[in-house]
């Protein structure tokens, strides 16, 4: 009988992380999409989603746009864009995001392309890489408001400060997302911090 009682406690207790731990981080995903700010850095992120030769998608429009209007109020000097390509691309998510600041009068020596990066924990590692080689140790991550927790995670884990610019247009803002970017955060979140912290990578990438 007492054996019983301490397997049934030790069950209630995982069955209240299964419960409690998803429930928690789903509310901080909610939360930071809807409470964050940004700071002035050393510089800003693009992170890299689909490209259609050479012209951003709508995903990644959104994400170049934010930047760009950070840039212009005086919260980074520098852009960089990350971000690889697909199987039959000519242009990398990163040149096309460097391409379309140009393009939108952003000085070419102000936007960096980095075209690695096939998701979110790749591309972190390689401007992370990069921003420590120049001595640069502050970031604003541009990219949608419920990708904003993670990838602030992914940047600190890697020893940066790093606030978020939401995507405020298109299909990756809180006007056109919901509980199924929420949930596919979170398990996208959950995975980093577990099975991640062994060395297993499980890509989170969006084709859009």
């Keep these: 009988m007492f054996l019983f009682r301490i397997l049934r406690r030790i069950l209630t207790a995982i069955l209240l992380l299964i419960i409690v731990v998803p429930l928690y981080v789903a509310s901080q995903i909610w ?76 000085k070419r020596s102000a936007v960096v392309a980095l075209p690695i990066g096939k998701d979110t924990l790749t591309s972190t590692v390689a401007y992370v890489s990069y921003m420590k080689l120049h001595g640069l140790t502050s970031v604003i991550i541009a990219t949608d408001p419920y990708h904003c927790y ?42 980093y911090e577990t099975v991640g912290r062994f060395g297993i990578h499980l890509s989170d990438q969006i084709k859009k």
């Design 31 to 106: 939360w930071t999409a809807h409470h964050q700010s940004v700071k002035k850095s050393d510089a800003i992120v693009v992170l890299g989603a689909a490209q259609d030769n050479g012209k951003p998608t709508a995903v990644l429009a959104e994400r170049i746009t934010q930047a760009r209007l950070d840039y212009q109020s005086g919260l980074a000097p520098l852009i960089i864009t990350v971000g690889g390509s697909q199987k039959g691309d000519h242009y990398t998510e990163a040149a096309a995001s460097r391409n379309s600041l140009i393009a939108e009068g952003v």
């Design 150 to 191: 993670r990838a602030m995670a992914e940047a600190r884990g890697q020893g940066l400060s790093a606030t978020c610019a939401q995507s405020q247009n298109g299909p990756g803002s809180l006007k056109k997302t919901g509980a199924r970017y929420i949930f596919r955060e979170m398990a996208a979140y959950l995975t």
